[in-house]
């Protein structure tokens, strides 16, 4: 009998490492992996020694027993009225579309009992197609966050709307020559055509766009190249082989999932038929982004040196003519250089070469030529809208704090944004904003520019207010609210209409009055409600314009609206050779500082958000806030080791700092991630991180040259989740399995053959599990780009508690999806590749045996079940989990949660209190409800696909898939008889039903070598 | 040395250990019976804020419990009427009753009645009246005669022994589905058989494992 010394393979392939220490194998790093709750886990929170605690508790039972003497008196409270279509405790869910950066996804949005509690993407969205992002999921939080603004403020000081309405009326405009508006990104069309109308009313009024993350440089590339408005639309589903210049398209370069829905749709290899469609992504960048993780092949590159690549590819490919190659430099730059001409070429219009928002236009414009010289197909223009007087990005800033300084500002209105705080340091814009006599700030939060404005009146959330949002091809989408604003907020278009003196204040009336007017048999002016029952359905049947509303409120798509056609347009690579002749060339030497928006609160807009604050990064896995990430050479070279906090200096902007190294970063280069450091902030994320807007100026607005780096001598704790699962023993044993696909196609045995399974013995009985419904589950780590959706979706569905970065410290967040990131390769040039763990829900699974109270057990349809009412918190089974998926209430995480906040937990799952492990259940309250509504629905059999788990049903990449195994129809039955299909420490005999589809990599075979 | 206790204490020693043994024996016995929600549930029966007699309504003038409770079938909560629907019938019978006071306030101002909740289940528990009622388990099953009921109270003890009991045998307790909502109905053979019946014509599987209920 083998049972004891199980073998397993040698690790012949590729080593898998998480971090610098285990690579080192350093003292710190075994000391981690050894123990099983890192850190003092069983200690309480600082000031209560364990027997305190038992003193209290004793005290606590006494009166408790005292209490319990009397029932308490609990009240139903049914509607005195009753509403169409309400079933108290039935979900309801509505369309809706969420607009972030100008990047609209539309969604479908849960509701209980009129709050909203779960944000999904709505399938029939071009943008969303079913699937949201991490961050757009977590907006929900922000709509319950106790911490928003809640009252008009003046000077700082309460007041009402109807001071500040009447301050507005008071207000002398004129012509407008001292009115100027700063706003986010607009993409709602009726907030369009309101600012024309104001803009006409006010002639010399402009308006300013701004985000600390704005996408102007590809319509300023446009012009270069085509010298017309138009802005490029891609699909990077017709692309085999991307080239991605310094481009973080499947992370935050798009805030929206259709790029990692289009480049994941060239990853799923369902059948021997779709090897040949397997895409090739190069990336090129200087931090390590998802998209680098996804990549094939990657260049590690400063920032500021990426349009000298550009511009290289276009000359070798023959676009740029006149130009020469540049070639000094480095051996594995010309190398790299030279394999993606030769397979771009092959591609021809099968290609795609994509820059980032964060590049200058010029880059952009080389992009288009590149794709153009190709024959691209993946890349496609259409006509932008431009307005007069209305301008985008910082150098529009830039000219208005001018104009503020100067003067010539006398009303300034600030419709959303947090532009204190997000505009660069250099321009500051707090002193400016002083000069201006009555600015009015907007916004969601009594944030910085809340602080410093004259006034400040709450924003309302997009999912308590009307508005309307379109996407850069065109399609639109009624923005319904599911619930009055909480703290009565209202919306920019509210304001813009009170600022301009129109009739129509409410943004109801605004949106509707809009698109009625744009339907066909529309009355014009009517604004009236209808009236609802009998009276309703006469009049809207009276009015097609009515319906054709009705219609597009309940589809989230506006009837009628479809993609906007392309134009068609051609680079001129004499304009393009121009302007590259203008551009000045990139600082040699020295520290280069880069500012990425962060992948957990973006732009500092979701610092208040617990969910995304303890969401790790997908890479370097830091929570609770950023770092100034450099490479383990330049860490080096600096005499620098992780937590030191230093000082970066450029002209006149100084910041402090802590570094952190990221393997794979460019030498000689640093990543901030924007949107940390905020003063002026809700409790979750007030002072978390360093606010690197204090070394961006405008001139230097992504990547600055030239940083002075200094030591303080102070150090700071970073906190991460990258060692996170790992238990002593297990690293050699090929947790994470690829392949490549040529090797995989000759042998399809490859990755079946990384691990040795001996002949298994069970000790206890076997079960049987080859009747009814067998629920399992496939993760493709072929097409899972690492994004987090999955995480937050689970957060949001299962109400996992958010434990603050102490507590993570001590190794007790509670994510039931834990993202794991490896390295593969050496410190400097490594992959990373990324696997998603859930519970495994083990056929044997080792914590059921352990559990002393039976508080985890297995039902028939082979769920590992975890009972809360029932579990005593030995953490006996946690100890026994192989892959440390579940996690223990060190603490009751829920206690401070205010009545606004407990409003966002679903229903359907249970509040977990301190004291008991929870862990990953398969959703089975989604399971449960669709059984019993084919129970209902004629006793029927569950359809494949019917029941999404919520990691399943949000992942942008389509990569979990899951369903009854029992069914060989079933997708997920079909997944698993592939042969690279495998499952995780199968030699334990524990059987996990969630297996995974090795990855097959697509790398170019002259690069491999 | 002469004894500081005389012979007798002993017996003292021996019967008062031995009352104090069968004293802790009996207070933990006490303690689990009374603790028990078949003694602290059942007969549970809080005065309402409108004095509504379900033993009119539901058993002297027939109305269904359907009529009010009309998400029984469709939905995990059988909902509690909404004022309107007392309305239905009150804006022409008893129009000036001083107990239908509350009623009319509520349907004048919108507010709710603070009914008071008398079948509560814990947090954790996930209960689904359409999966039952739908499945043939009556009303009566969990909520005794409610149609002889003037004051609602728990009839029965709702803890988990009572469910699983029916989960483990649903037979004798299941009916066909259109005489679920009649308490009083009396099956005209043998109970189990028709429950077999149904059972095998519904395919009938109630859970007993923990997910079933706990989620």
Known sequence: MSLVSIKTAAPTGPKYWRSLDELAKTPQFREFVEQEFPAHADEMLEGNSRRTVLKLMAASFGLAGLAACRRPVEHIYPTAKGWDNYVPGEKLTYATAVSLAGQVTGLLVETHDGRPTKIEGNPDHPFSQGAATALVQASLLNLYDPDRSKSVLEAGKETSWSAFEATVKSLSLGDG???????????????????????????????????????????????????????????????????????DFLGQDWQTPLPTKQFSSRRHMDSEEDFDKINRLYSVESQFSITGANADHRLRLRGSEIKQFAADLAAALGALPGLNVLNNGTDRRSKFLAAIVKDLKAAGKDSLVITSPRQPAIVHALAFLINQSLGSTAMEFAKSGTQERVEAGVDALKALVGEMNAGQVSTLVMLGGNPVYTAPADLAFASALAKVAASLHLGPDEDETAASAKWHVPEAHYLESWGDAVTSTGVATIQQPMIDPIFGGRTAAEILALVSGSPTTKAHDIVKNYWMSTFPGSHPGETKSVASGKDAVKEITANPAEQAWRKSVHDGIVSGTKPQETAKVTADAKRIAAAWATEPKAAEGGIEVAFVPSASVF????????????????????????????????????????????????????????????????DNAITIALGYGRERCGRAGKDVGFNANLLRSSDA????????????????????????????????RPLYREVDIAEYKKNPKAIEEQSE??????????????????????????????????????????????VGKDQVARGREMHWIRMDRYYVGSEDEPRAVE????????????????????????????????VYNRCVGTRYCANNCPFKVRHFNFLNFHKGDSDILSMVHNPDVTVRMRGVMEKCTYCVQRIQETRIAAKADGRREIKDGEIKTACQQTCPADAIVFGNINDPQSKVSKL?????????????????????????????PELEA | MAAIFPKSSDLIMKVAGALIGLGAVAAISAYAYYSYPAQIDVGYQPVQPVAYSHK??????????????????????????????????????KTDSPRLEVVRESARTGQAIPWVHIHRLPDYVYFNHEAHLNAGVSCVSCHGRIDQMVEVEQAKPLNMAFCLDCHRDPAPNLRPTEQVTKLAWVPDRDPRAIGEEIIAQKHINPPVNCSGCHR
């Open chain 1, 757 to 802: 399974v001996p002949p298994l013995h069970s000790i206890y009985t076997e079960l049987n599990y080859d009747k009814g419904y067998q629920w399992g589950m496939a993760i493709d780590l072929g097409s899972c780009t690492g994004c987090n959706a999955c995480v937050v979706a689970c957060v949001a569905e299962n109400n996992t508690p958010v």
């Open chain 1, 835 to 866: 696997q998603p763990l859930p519970c495994m829900q083990c056929e044997n699974a080792p914590c059921e045996n352990v559990c002393p109270v039976a508080a985890t057990t297995h039902t028939p349809e082979g769920l590992n079940d975890m």
């Open chain 1, 177 to 247: 020559s001292g009115l100027r508006f700063l706003s986010e990104t607009v993409a709602s069309p009726s907030l369009f055509a309101l600012r024309a109308d104001v803009l006409k009313k006010f002639p010399k009024a402009k308006w300013v766009e701004y985000e600390a993350f704005q996408r102007n440089a590809g319509r300023a590339g446009a012009m270069i190249a085509f010298n017309e408005a138009v802005s490029p639309q891609t699909d990077f589903s017709k692309a085999k082989v991307i080239v991605a210049l310094d481009s």
């Open chain 2, 56 to 93: 009119l309504h539901a058993g002297d003038l027939g109305l269904d419990c359907y009529y009010c409770h009309s998400t029984v079938y469709k939905a995990a909560f059988a909902a509690v009427p909404s004022t309107n629907t007392c309305m239905n019938c009150h804006t022409k019978v």
């Open chain 1, 976 to 1004: 698993k008889k592939q042969e690279r299909n495998y499952a995780m420490l199968a030699e334990l005999d524990i059987r996990p039903r969630t297996t995974y589809l090795a990855r097959l990599r697509n790398p170019n």
């Open chain 1, 701 to 732: 607005f992504w990547y600055a040259p030239n940083v002075e780096i200094a030591t303080t001598g102070k150090t700071y704790t970073h906190v991460t989740t990258q060692e996170r699962g790992l238990a002593d023993g297990m690293n050699n």
């Open chain 1, 603 to 666: 732009d500092g807009r979701f610092a208040n958000n617990g969910w995304m604050q303890e969401a790790p990064d997908p890479i370097n896995k830091v929570v609770w806030g950023n770092a100034a990430l450099i490479s383990p050479a330049t860490a080096k070279a600096k005499n620098l080791s992780d937590g030191d906090v230093v000082t970066l200096t450029r002209g006149g902007l100084k910041m402090e700092v802590s570094v952190l190294t990221q393997p794979g970063q460019a």
